[in-house]
Nanobody, 123 residues
Framework: QVQLVESGGGLVQAGGSLRLSCAAS????????MGWFRQAPGKEREFVGY????????YYADSVKGRFTISRDNAKNTVYLQMNSLKPEDTAVYYC????????????????WGQGTQVTVSS
């Protein structure tokens, strides 16, 4: 089982940027695709983006497309989420997760999750 630890969250004004990191333990990190999800208070966890195991393929939720970018550094066992042009509606706890199978858009396709990092965007 892999352990995932997110970092980089914080408070930012609308229009600002943040970069989240997700550090993974274990030697098999580079073998797995990874995803980012988020959960706002009172809402269900929702898909943000996905990156294939080599980083050659990425997919994003429509709500973040063009503003967020996922990348990974397999040598560092780390996946990143660069968030630009942040909006108040991006406020949520952000989670990284290891993709196991099935649809990339649902949390059921992921088997290991980090503890999350809070992102708050003020208007």
């Amino acid at each position: 089982q892999v352990q995932l630890v997110e970092s980089g969250g914080g408070l930012v004004q609308a229009g600002g940027s943040l970069r989240l990191s997700c550090a993974a333990s274990g030697r098999t990190f580079s073998s797995y695709a990874m995803g980012w999800f988020r959960q706002a208070p009172g809402k269900e966890r929702e898909f943000v983006g996905y990156i294939s195991w080599r980083g050659g393929n990425t997919y994003y939720a429509d709500s973040v497309k063009g503003r967020f970018t996922i990348s990974r550094d397999n040598a560092k066992n780390t996946v990143y989420l660069q968030m630009n042009s942040l909006k108040p509606e991006d406020t949520a706890v952000y989670y990284c997760a290891r993709f196991q199978g099935g649809t990339i858009y649902a949390s059921s396709g992921y088997d290991s999750w980090g503890q999350g990092t809070q992102v708050t965007v003020s208007s």
